[in-house]
């Protein structure tokens, strides 16, 4: 099967909610941060059709500080514990931290997604310990230098080549293969033509046989093709999101769950034809 994640349903393109638990948060200016805040934002996004919610509490983008793990913690363990108690989702954790894996798993997380691939120490090994399904994301360099001039032969070769060596790895820990998926991430050291490149070739990236997700929403390769702010990126980011789930894309990670609900109902009619 094409797009099979052993207790997750892929078998169409699925939205994954954005839900940014950071103080710095740049598209939501930190309105979300207290708990019954982020809850309102996770309910509405689960009533606008999101699959899943992915919970940050460390913030990646380019330049951003370091957060400790105990912050860390405070920001993802007590939202995680409201949503799955009020919820029926999908949580996932936007983290590299072994010891915020294991802490969300136990209050239900059902998806980690490692921005890092399971490069930090004990990740992977708590991975495969938890047994939870992961995606594991390319990225070039580290956050607070990864946008200064990144440069590939041929980024897609490079990409591809590092998610499937990533995978095999945690493969031969003895982590199950039907719950890995990959994301070639977006933005994450890579100028606006490495990126269309890569959004290009979601459909060879697909052939791997791993579910792939992909992350554009409101991101600046969106912004640089429009020459537009982050508050006016939601219609590019929706037809990025498009072209990625018709090229065969199974979740997409968005801030305007709605209206890329819509979207991905109009890709699944045509492939339903
Ligand atoms: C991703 O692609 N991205 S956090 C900068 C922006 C807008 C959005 C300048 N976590 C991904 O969302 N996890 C993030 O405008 C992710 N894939 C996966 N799997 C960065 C982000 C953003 C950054």
Redesign the pocket.
């Known amino acids: 099967m094409k797009f099979s994640c052993q207790a997750l349903d892929l078998s169409k393109p699925r939205v ?1 909610g ?1 839900l ?1 638990m950071t103080p710095d948060s ?2 939501d200016g930190g309105r979300y941060n207290s708990l019954d805040a982020a809850l309102f934002q996770a309910e509405s996004m689960v009533n606008a059709g999101a699959s899943f919610i ?1 919970v ?1 509490g460390e ?4 330049g951003a500080v370091k957060v400790s793990l105990a912050e860390e913690l405070e920001r993802v363990c007590p939202v995680v514990e409201l949503i799955k108690k009020n919820l029926d989702v999908v949580v ?1 954790v ?1 983290t590299s931290s072994p010891e915020v894996m294991v802490e969300s798993v136990g209050l239900g997380v059902g998806l980690i ?3 890092r691939a399971l490069q930090c120490e004990g990740a992977k090994q708590s991975v495969v310990n938890l047994g939870v399904p992961v ?1 594991l ?1 390319h990225m070039q360099g580290v956050p607070e230098t990864m946008q200064d001039n990144p440069q590939y032969g041929s980024v897609v070769d490079v990409v591809e080549c590092y998610l499937l060596e990533r995978a095999n790895h945690l493969i031969e820990s003895g982590f199950d293969s039907e719950k890995i ?1 990959i ?6 050291g890579k100028t606006l033509s490495h990126n269309l490149q890569l959004l290009n070739a979601i459909d060879r990236l697909v052939l791997n046989g791993y579910p792939v ?8 390769m ?2 640089t093709i429009l020459d537009k702010p ?1 508050g006016e ?1 939601m219609i590019g980011s929706i037809a990025a999101a498009t072209i990625a789930a018709y090229k065969g894309a199974s ?1 997409i ?1 968005v ?1 305007d769950v709605k209206e890329t609900v819509d979207a991905m109902s109009v890709v699944q009619a045509l492939f339903e034809e």
């Open positions: 994954m954005v940014n740049f598209s992915d940050g913030s990646t983008r380019p996932s936007d997604n490692d921005v995606c994301m998926i994301d070639p991430g977006f933005g994450f997700l992909v992350g554009m929403s409101r991101k600046s969106i912004g982050i990126r979740i990670r801030h």
